[in-house]
């Protein structure tokens, strides 16, 4: 050890502070082990709450509701920081602002103004993913730095064909840029074309201009390069640790978030796809109790995937039609709410299982999917059958009603022989 450098001792040491690095402090603190998290910010949250999730949906609210940009979030992102500040302290959390690399399964040397080196007991990294670049995209925003720009240019272009190249696309038309989308083949390419179709109708209707060949030259005041993400594991040194991780870098676990060095566990988005925030909570409070001695695990049935574009498009569960199973779609003129809030251009898809009736997956494309589609998500988590979604008594009128509804049509086409 260096003359002069300052070890603390922790029972767990948190490398990350966003949702799954907080999620597993504070819960590992209500348990009552003492918590050190690391992060290189003044305040939690991570990218999710700084750059991305929370930025992002607050502009795509503000332009989906005809309103000015405003703070852009900033307000929101000052109100949650507060919070997660406010929880951190009633816990007894100590944060440490920083960075750090692992010298041992043990230690971890920190590069920051307070503490140099810290020995844990347990240590939990969620230190997230950051944006893959192109290339031949050399100068392009990340979607990171997109969701908090200023000021929106003309021109632009969003290269990429997932969630975060529709809602980069969806925000800059909605704040008046004129929008290229290059997806080089088809938008979320592993959805039903059926289920994504509405969607496309509105993004061409906003005035996103499709470009679905192969790039050639870019002509914008601004390129959005969303071409996927990559491990956020620079500077861990993980090898020191004997910390295994996947061919393309994401760190290997268990079911109890656990690395390939059993005082070492790994949550969210640095243990590989998908790169949800909501996985990442999930995974942290896991990974918090197991280190307790719980008996929990990761084990989801269903995690749904929302795209916050308009209309919304979510989906949970398997949507891969194939042999022994079929797919129902009903669409939304079906429904009264629907028809009254002028919001029929969407559609809700059931795929079961045809002998026994057993729920596989639903999809969801229309206004506030997001927000319907969590009954989806637990009915696959409980086991659902067609007839059980079919017997719910919904509130009428209301466009989650559905679901119930697709089960009747699915359930018809079941008893035709």
């Known amino acids: 050890m260096v003359v002069g450098e300052f070890t603390q001792d922790t029972d767990i040491l948190v490398i990350g502070g966003g949702p799954g690095g907080y999620a597993a402090a504070f819960r590992a603190a209500e348990l009552g082990r003492s918590v050190l998290l690391l992060d290189p910010r003044s305040s939690l949250g991570g990218s999710c709450l700084h750059e991305g999730c929370i930025p992002t949906k607050t502009r795509l ?45 043990r230690t971890v040397q920190v590069t920051g103004e307070h503490v140099s080196r810290v020995r844990f007991k347990r240590a939990i990294i969620a230190t997230g993913s950051k944006a893959a670049k192109r290339d031949d995209l050399s100068g392009a925003s990340t979607p990171e730095e997109t969701a908090v720009i200023d000021n929106i240019p003309g021109r632009c272009i969003v290269v990429g064909n997932d969630y975060l190249a529709i809602e980069a696309a969806t925000m800059l038309i909605g704040e008046g840029a004129a929008t290229t989308l290059a997806c080089e083949g088809v938008l979320l390419p592993d959805l039903p074309r059926p289920l994504v179709e509405p969607l496309l109708r509105s993004l061409k209707k906003s005035g996103v201009a499709l470009h679905e060949g192969p790039l050639g030259s870019v002509n914008a005041d601004l390129v959005v390069d969303c071409s996927g993400r990559v491990p956020g594991t620079d500077g861990l040194r993980l090898e020191q640790a004997k910390i295994q991780v996947d061919p393309s870098g994401w760190i290997t676990v268990d079911e109890q978030q656990r690395t390939s060095e059993q005082r070492i566990f790994a949550v969210g988005d640095i243990t590989g796809p998908p790169h949800l925030a909501g996985v990442a909570l999930a995974q942290g409070r896991v990974a918090a109790e197991a280190i307790c001695g719980q008996p929990s ?11 916050y574009s308009n209309p919304n498009i979510a989906w949970c569960g398997c949507l891969e039609d194939g042999s022994g199973s079929s797919l129902t779609s009903v669409p939304w003129g079906f ?74 049509a699915a359930l018809v086409e079941q008893s035709t022989p």
Not at 297 to 307: M, R
């Open 297 to 307: 695990a990761y084990e989801p049935a269903a995690v749904p995937n929302v795209v």
């Open 61 to 105: 609210y503000r332009s989906a509701s005809g309103m000015e940009a405003g703070d852009r979030g900033s307000r929101a992102i000052q109100t949650l920081a507060g919070g997660l500040a406010a929880r951190m302290k009633t816990l007894g959390i100590e944060h440490v602002p920083g960075t750090g690399h692992f010298e041992d399964s």
């Open 335 to 408: 429904s009264g709410r629907a028809v009254g809030m002028d919001a029929t251009r969407g559609v809700t898809m059931l795929h079961w299982e045809q002998a026994s009736g057993l729920v596989l997956g639903v999809g969801i494309c229309g206004s506030e999917a997001c927000e319907l589609i969590e009954t989806a998500v637990l009915a696959i988590e409980m086991g659902a059958t067609l007839e059980d979604l079919a017997a719910i008594v919904p509130a009428h009128p209301t466009r989650s009603e559905l679901l119930g509804e697709a089960a009747r």
